[in-house]
């Protein structure tokens, strides 16, 4: 069965930012203090690596309710066990990623206009990350910022469930969730901080009061 999620603070982990900590203690860290979605994101790593880092942060969350996603890597995911699969638009047609993770996992995909969220079908896909709200840093190649009327569009596009990406931080919640977004997804906003438990308490206590109930 797949696993009920909450999008609302969704964590990807960056090997980079993340220096004061390792990325296994961030995402502990940040779910200590709200984070409802930890990705495991590593794109110079092999596929072992990203199995072992995957078990790792499984290991360290399994008390809690965090859902565990993993970037682009169908093989880690499946062979880790997580509890969804995150892909891109060119990484491969969502059919060909359900087909191989089977009914159980959860499917994640990045959209980044009206025809991509019209084109999501909600019987292959789960979520989608919708972005980059905001030119960032943190992902030197991305495509064009799509600002808060874009992500408003894209989201009434959408059939299914969308978390909003791309230079999001603190002072930009209310904003995120006025779009219909179901969550938001930061990276620097904790990975980048010297303390993750507590960037994300800060985060999560705005969200509670900003999102619908
Ligand atoms: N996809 C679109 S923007 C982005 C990703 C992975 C990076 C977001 O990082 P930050 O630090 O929260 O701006
Ligand atoms: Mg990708």
Request: overall charge negative.
């Amino acid at each position: 069965m797949k696993k009920t999620f909450d999008l609302s603070l969704y964590l990807v982990l960056d090997p980079d930012l993340c220096q004061l900590h390792s990325m296994v203690e961030t995402a502990r860290l940040a779910v200590a203090g709200g984070a409802t979605v930890v990705q495991v994101r590593h794109k110079r790593a092999s596929t072992a690596e990203r199995i072992a880092l995957a078990r790792n942060v499984k290991e360290a969350l399994r008390d809690t309710s965090a859902l565990i996603v993993m970037n682009d890597d169908i093989d880690a995911a499946i062979e880790a066990g997580v509890d969804a699969l995150h892909i891109g638009q060119r990484d491969m047609p969502a059919s060909i990623a359900r087909a191989r993770v089977g009914p159980d996992m959860l499917l994640g995909l990045s959209v980044n206009s009206e025809s991509g969220a019209l084109a999501v079908d909600p019987a292959l896909v789960d979520y989608v990350g919708v972005g980059p709200v905001f030119a960032t840093p943190t992902k030197p190649d991305h495509e064009q910022p799509i600002g808060f009327t874009g992500l408003a569009r894209i989201v009434a596009a959408c059939p299914v469930p969308a978390v909003a990406i791309g230079g999001l931080k603190q002072q930009h919640i209310s904003d995120v969730w006025a779009t219909g977004a179901s969550g938001m997804a930061v990276v620097s906003a904790i990975c980048g901080t010297p303390d993750p438990q507590q960037a994300s308490r800060e985060l999560w206590k705005q969200i509670v009061a900003a999102r619908p109930a």
